[in-house]
Nanobody
Framework: QVQLVESGGGLVQPGGSLRLSCAAS????????MAWYRQAPGKTRELVAT????????NYADSVKGRFIISIDNRKKMVYLQMNSSKPEDTAVYYC?????????WGQGTQVTVSS
């Protein structure tokens, strides 16, 4: 079955860096769109970044553009989110998502807290 397992969350100081990882299994990495979402307390889940398995084309939310980098390793079936220049407003649970055709799957999430 499809599984997405996030890791790498934790506490980071403002201005610091953190790398989130998402290990995917149970499906092929052909023509898949992988994404990171986040949900802060009391807020709706929002899209952070997406990347395609086919060409590696990436897109970012305006709030993270220039600070976060999404990448994919098709051979290892891993997706990463490099968080740089972190801000307190980046505090949220970060979720990995895999989508193709009419299917969409979620990981369990990993907590990221940006605080001094």
């Amino acid at each position: 079955q499809v599984q997405l397992v996030e890791s790498g969350g934790g506490l980071v100081q403002p201005g610091g860096s953190l790398r989130l990882s998402c290990a995917a299994s149970g499906f092929t990495f052909d023509n898949v769109v992988m994404a990171w979402y986040r949900q802060a307390p009391g807020k709706t889940r929002e899209l952070v970044a997406t990347i395609t398995s086919a060409g590696g084309s990436a897109n970012y939310a305006d709030s993270v553009k220039g600070r976060f980098i999404i990448s994919i390793d098709n051979r290892k079936k891993m997706v990463y989110l490099q968080m740089n220049s972190s801000k307190p407003e980046d505090t949220a649970v970060y979720y990995c998502n895999a989508a193709w055709y009419r299917s969409s799957y979620w990981g369990q999430g990993t907590q990221v807290t940006v605080s001094s």
